[in-house]
């Protein structure tokens, strides 16, 4: 079983950042592929970046490549999602979720456990 409590979110002007934090309870963190979705008001739940066990190998949609950079910390038990650059397109609720799984998905089905989300609102 794992817990995961996303934190960091907020409001921000356009080419502003911001850094969310994912903590995770239980000892078997560093076993789950770890990914961040986001879900705007009256769109479905869409990917955004994946990070396998060791941190060794991420995974991005396009939309975000090379503004966003996921990491993680397996001592800390937490995960990050450094954001750059930040459109209003970006305005979604984040979510972070574990896959037991180790390949990297963008498939919100391959995912365990989920958390119960932090806002980002980025204004133009």
């Known amino acids: 079983q794992v817990q995961l409590v996303e934190s960091g979110g907020g409001s921000v002007q356009a080419g502003g950042s911001l850094r969310l934090s994912c903590a995770a309870s239980g000892r078997t963190f560093s076993a789950y592929t770890m990914g961040w979705f986001r879900q705007a008001p009256g769109k479905e739940r869409e990917f955004v970046a994946a990070i396998s066990w060791s941190g060794g190998n991420t995974y991005y949609a396009g939309s975000v490549k090379g503004r966003f950079t996921i990491s993680r910390d397996n001592a800390k038990n937490t995960v990050y999602l450094q954001m750059n650059s930040l459109k209003p397109e970006d305005t979604a609720v984040y979510y972070c979720?574990?896959?037991?799984?180790?390949?990297?998905?963008?498939?919100?089905?391959?995912?365990?456990?989920w958390g119960q989300g932090t806002q980002v609102t980025v204004s133009s």
């Open positions: 979720a574990a896959a037991f799984s180790g390949a990297l998905s963008a498939d919100h089905r391959t995912y365990d456990y």
